[in-house]
Each structure stands twice: as C-alpha cells, then as structure tokens.
C-alpha cells in the first residue's frame, strides 16, 4: 500500500504562484508514473498533469499548459507541481495519484491505484 501526501496548498492572488508537492511512503515510487488531479466544487475530477516514472516525459491539460511545471524527484519520494500565473479558475481540490505499473504518463483518472487527501488552492482576483 502506498501513502501519498500533498502540501503546499493555500490562498494566493490572481498572476500569484504555488508550489505543491506529494511525498510517497514506501521504497518503490520511482516506478510509479505520477499526476495530478483537480476538482473544483460541484465539478467533477479534471486531470492537470502527468509524469512519468524517470521524469523524462511529461504532459499537460490545455488549461494549464504553460503556467504549470509538473516534476518528481525519486531521491525524495516526491512529485512537485509549480504552478504560476494563477488564475481563479485553477481555484480546486489538488490531488495528487500513484499508478502501479506503466511505462509512460496516464491522463485518466480510473488509470491510477493510489490518491493523497487533497491539497486546497484559493486563487482570489
């Protein structure tokens, strides 16, 4: 069983940035491919970005691309989300997910096994 724990939340202005980041339990995250996930109220979940196991391939929903940098460092257990030029609409439930075994990034939400508590971000304009 995996643990996955995200921080780095919070309320930040509109063209503000956030950085927020999942720490893994366990010895075996380097090779899970990782993403992350949003939903805002009354919404259902949306995907933001995905990463895969080594890092080296990445992607992004349209609405982020450009504004959100998805990385993980496998030293640390941990995937990172930066997230700048924020705007109200990014306001949601950031959570973070683990899949079990893949090869590449995953952009759907059924494809992961492992989901962190969620992390608030407010962005206010």
């Known amino acids: 069983q995996v643990q996955l724990v995200e921080s780095g939340g919070g309320l930040v202005q509109a063209g503000g940035s956030l950085r927020l980041s999942c720490t893994a339990s366990g010895r075996t995250f380097s090779s899970y491919p990782m993403g992350w996930f949003r939903q805002a109220p009354g919404k259902e979940h949306e995907f933001v970005a995905a990463i895969s196991r080594s890092g080296r391939s990445t992607y992004y929903a349209d609405s982020v691309k450009g504004r959100f940098t998805i990385s993980r460092d496998n030293a640390k257990n941990t995937v990172y989300l930066q997230m700048a030029t924020l705007k109200p609409e990014d306001t949601a439930v950031y959570y973070c997910?683990?899949?079990?075994?893949?090869?590449?990034?995953?952009?759907?939400?059924?494809?992961?096994?492992?989901w962190g508590q969620g992390t608030q971000v407010t962005v206010s304009s």
């Open positions: 997910a683990a899949k079990r075994i893949g090869a590449t990034y995953y952009t759907k939400k059924d494809e992961y096994d492992y």
